[in-house]
């Protein structure tokens, strides 16, 4: 395989990536069809396509039956258990000082997931799945290692905190 190709799709990936963690479908979308028209032009030739439409087409069919039910599925459970922590912890604020900063009802619209206002972002999660699974797995992974890490040395950051300010207390 030219090493020119490698390197359009590994960067095109880079991007991609990036952007779907920050939840950017439009740029994410204009990254890969650019990378694609590249990848067209450098490679093997602008018949390629049309050669082998038949390999192609059941490929497209398989790769967008696998982000359905990865976007549609998976992705949906755990962005809704997300917005679940995230609606609990604000619940649990609503008595604070007896002035809530939200209503019940305000709740309800902010961190309830309606799958008709999310189409953008499930459409995204289909078309770039791969892309997708691999941003929530190093975050998701990331950031309970870290948060470990931190658990870990709790004790440690108090005692420094506690001699930090040791003549305030």
């Known amino acids: 395989m030219d090493p020119l190709l490698i390197g359009i799709g590994f960067a095109a990936s880079l991007f991609i990536l990036a952007a779907i963690v920050n939840e950017s479908g439009g740029f994410a979308t204009f990254v890969f069809i650019v990378a694609a028209i590249a ?48 609606y609990k912890e604000h619940e649990a604020m609503l008595g604070y000082d007896n002035k809530p900063k939200y209503s019940k009802e305000k709740l309800h619209q902010l961190f309830i997931p309606k799958f008709r206002q999310e189409k953008e972002r499930i459409l995204t999660w289909m078309v770039f799945w791969p892309w997708s699974m691999v941003a929530s797995l190093f975050q998701d992974v990331l950031r309970e290692i870290f948060l470990g890490i931190q658990r870990l040395f709790y004790g440690v950051m108090e005692s420094i905190t506690n001699h930090v300010f ?3 207390k």
């Open 39 to 86: 990848m067209l032009l450098v490679g093997p030739g602008w018949y390629w396509p049309i050669l082998h439409a038949r390999e192609l087409g059941i490929a497209v069919l398989i790769y967008l039956t696998a982000g359905a039910f990865y976007g549609c599925g998976w992705k949906w459970y755990m962005y809704n258990r997300k917005q679940y922590k995230v």
């Open 166 to 168: 040791k003549d305030v």
